[in-house]
């Protein structure tokens, strides 16, 4: 899922406010506004994919227009307005942080029967969307309604990722084995998402 629809953003908009007084994370919410001025991934604005500082030029004209508006959070929208080179003329003159480039390791994929993705296969009920988890060979993949679709990366037989997002989804089965529901951990934040068909 290389985004989250921005319904997400209405429903948890109260609780983001409160929790962010430091300049926001990558949020797929802003992903799918900023898709439109060309996003492919949390990296148009971020230097890291999981988000936060340190900032793109575009990150930083972003939050250099969060406080010259006095907003509480910054608005993708306003990448209408951005042009290369203006986040100098936002902020003064700072040394420029140098990206973290994180070591390249090689991790080995678990074996893990693809028969197992069979259970997983459905719709789930998220606050915010439904998300649509589907099987092509031996790979298993989540696309929220309306949205692409992306790979999820299997960690464990029940724990999988989805790299671009930085988010982690876990399949959850009752006591008589079946799948009942998913709980996606997105930027500290966790979603239950019931098994609806």
């Not at 693809?114 to 789930?124: C, L, R």
């Not at 949205?147 to 989805?162: C, M, Q, R």
Request: with cysteine; glycine share 8%; net charge neutral.
């Amino acid at each position: 899922m290389k985004t989250i629809k921005i319904a997400i953003a209405v429903v948890f908009s109260a609780a983001i406010i409160a929790a962010v007084a430091a300049p926001a994370l990558g949020y797929p919410p802003f992903l799918v506004k900023a898709r439109k001025f060309g996003a492919k991934d949390c990296t148009f604005c971020h230097v890291q994919p999981e988000g936060g500082p340190p900032f793109t030029e575009r990150g930083e004209w972003l939050v250099a227009e969060k406080e010259r508006r006095n907003a509480e959070v910054v608005n993708p929208e306003w990448l209408a307005d951005y042009k290369p080179g203006a986040a100098a003329k936002n902020k003064k003159a700072e040394p420029k942080a140098e990206p973290i480039t994180p070591p390249q390791q090689e991790t080995a994929k678990p074996k893990i029967d693809p028969k197992v993705f069979d259970a997983y296969i459905g719709q789930y009920e998220l606050p915010m969307f439904v998300l649509n988890i589907t099987k092509e060979g031996d790979r298993l993949f989540g696309q929220p309604e309306g949205d692409t679709k992306e790979e999820l990366i299997p960690e464990s037989e029940t724990e999988f990722s989805v790299t671009n997002v930085g988010a982690k989804i876990k399949f959850v089965r009752d006591e008589k084995g079946m799948v009942t529901h998913i709980v996606v951990s997105l930027n500290g934040e966790e979603f239950k998402g019931k098994k609806i068909k």
